[in-house]
């Protein structure tokens, strides 16, 4: 099935929260996420395209590289039950920092979607394919148009 990119199969999502690195050390973080219509899948569950661009701001307390980190992805989101969602993205960060030690990101989210509301959480992190690795985990709500 072709992805449509008819505006009216797609919704927004605006999310906003908090984030934790290991060194538990709290950061903001915002994202938009752009996610098509459901596509059917297995045993009852679909899935969709989806695209996120967001900022994720730095922590003072790990030193004057920790800065502001703007994010780009596009992956696929897994609607499993019920509102709950699974979301998988393969992107990239405008620079490197303590916490993002390489451009390439892996995003991935545990959601769940009422209505307009949106809770989530995602991780961002380069899987350990270089540098130390310390990603961030972050927890967002949000609403969806």
Known sequence: MPISM????????????????????WTSAG?????????????????SPMFSAGAVGGSRE???DDKTVWFAGAGARLHVWRGFFASFEVGAVN??????SSTYQFATSLGWQWEHLVLSVRHLSNAGLEGRNYGETMFLAGVAF
Do not use: C, N, Y
């Open 6 to 25: 008819d505006a009216s199969t797609w919704h927004i999502e605006a999310l906003a929260g908090r984030g934790q690195t290991h060194h538990d050390k």
């Open 31 to 47: 994202f938009v996420d752009i996610v098509g219509a459901e596509r059917p899948f297995v045993s009852g569950m679909a899935w």
């Open 62 to 64: 790990l030193g004057r």
């Open 95 to 100: 620079t490197k920092t303590p916490i993002f």
